[in-house]
């Protein structure tokens, strides 16, 4: 009886090791990136840094007028007008110089040539900047910031201590 020697398989038939070799690394690549491509597309939503493409996600807020019948005043009746609803200002969280846990920076828009207001909500002192447009201001407790949005672009509020994003203004065209 003969010995076995490296690539013989024992029935005769030498191996083909430089094929083998090939299928390995093709299926080792293709798992690989399916496995990336799944964590990437599934798993990345709670991120801080995750981008949304749904309304309503990422610290949007969406609001509708309540379904009602629809009623229609007479002739002889005045149309009643009821007053818009005064504009509720955002509120941005900060605990510890970061937006809280899970949570990421808070997506704002605003248009150009209106007032920018928001709230920021913090836990103790915080000092802020945000960044293009030259505002930097330092509060020691929960305070509303306002300012004339004068450019368009986004533009981040980041926390001066700890360089993190709170929140993320995006300021567009009329």
Do not use: N
Request: aromatic fraction near 6%; avoid cysteine; glycine fraction near 12%.
């Amino acid at each position: 009886m003969a010995p076995l020697s490296a690539g013989d398989s024992g029935d005769g038939k030498p191996r083909r090791r430089g094929a083998d070799w090939i299928i390995g690394i093709t299926v080792g690549l293709v798992l690989g990136l399916g496995v990336l491509v799944y964590f990437v597309f599934v798993h990345s939503e709670g991120t801080i840094d995750a981008p949304s493409i749904k309304a309503g996600e990422a610290g949007q807020t969406t609001t509708r007028e309540p379904a009602g019948p629809a009623t229609e005043a007479s002739p002889s009746q005045p149309k009643k007008t009821t007053p818009a609803p005064p504009k509720q200002v955002p509120i941005v969280k900060v605990i510890g110089g970061a937006p809280p846990t899970g949570a990421g920076p808070k997506q704002l828009t605003f248009h150009k040539g209106e007032k920018v207001e928001f709230e920021i909500e913090t836990d103790g002192p915080f000092a802020f900047e945000i960044r293009g447009l030259g505002v930097t201001k330092s509060i020691e407790s929960s305070s509303v910031i306002s300012f004339k949005a004068t450019k368009t672009g986004q533009f981040p509020v980041i926390s001066t201590s700890t360089l993190i994003g709170v929140a993320d203004l995006l300021i567009k065209k009329r």
